[in-house]
């Protein structure tokens, strides 16, 4: 069965700080792999996704990941915080057909100024 | 583009009543999906609808239940409302079952209360 793990359940940076937020997935074969950030009261927001090629991958609000299948592992990257990156992160992993996504436990990011 | 919307926002229920939610995708996308979100479960899938036929379910006892019409939109229904019920209900729509193509964009969701 498929599952992530999102390691820290919260984290505090300061703001300009860079910021990595942990994910490890398993899953048996080629995964597809998301990062969603929920505000509070909010649905959840896509800020980038891997389905297949370059392992870095780009996303909204200068987020970046990066893809390591030795270590399965799926990292969320900033190089420097803003106070409104303030909020709870998920990581998810899918199979890409359908719309059965495993998510994390999500990483409440707390930013002080 | 209107994104997702999903209906009520907020909603206060007793225990045993009975509760319908609604969806309406973004235009154009066929699949919608409901995922269950609580602070002890986290985000739990579920079920899907593609094309009005349910496409994948989850782990949630019969009372849950949805369906999808001719024109995308869904409704889920949860029967005798139970206190581990109150959760927020994310509806999620996408265009196509295509490998690598799917990716789902979600409403801001419904807020039930069961009291």
């Known amino acids: 069965a498929q599952s992530v793990t999102q390691p820290d359940i919260h984290i505090t940076v300061s703001e300009g700080a860079s910021l990595e937020l942990r994910c490890n997935y398993s899953?048996?074969?080629?995964?597809?792999l998301f990062w969603y950030v929920q505000s509070p009261g909010q649905g959840l927001q896509l800020l980038l996704k891997?389905?297949?090629?370059?392992?870095l991958v780009q996303g909204i609000k200068g987020f970046e990941a990066e893809f390591k299948r030795s270590q399965s592992s799926f990292n969320l990257r900033k190089p420097s915080v803003h106070w409104s990156d303030a909020a709870e992160y998920f990581c998810a992993v899918g199979d890409g057909t359908a719309s059965k996504l495993t998510f994390g436990t999500g990483t409440r990011l707390q930013v002080t100024l | 583009k209107a994104g997702v919307t999903q209906t009520p926002r907020y909603l206060i229920k007793t225990r045993g009543q009975q509760v319908t939610l609604s969806c309406s995708p973004i235009s154009g996308h066929r699949s919608v999906s409901w995922y269950q979100q609580t602070p002890g479960q986290g985000l739990q899938f579920l079920f899907e609808y593609f094309s009005e036929t349910q496409r994948n379910k989850g782990n949630f006892p019969g009372r849950f239940s949805g369906r999808q019409f001719s024109n995308s939109r869904s409704e889920m229904n949860v029967s005798t409302l139970e206190l581990g019920d109150s959760a927020l209900y994310l509806c999620a729509s996408s265009s196509t079952g295509t490998p690598g193509a799917n990716v789902l964009t979600f409403g801001a969701g419904s807020r039930l209360t069961v009291l």
């Open positions: 899953y048996g074969a080629t995964p597809y």
């Open positions: 891997y389905f297949s090629g370059d392992t």
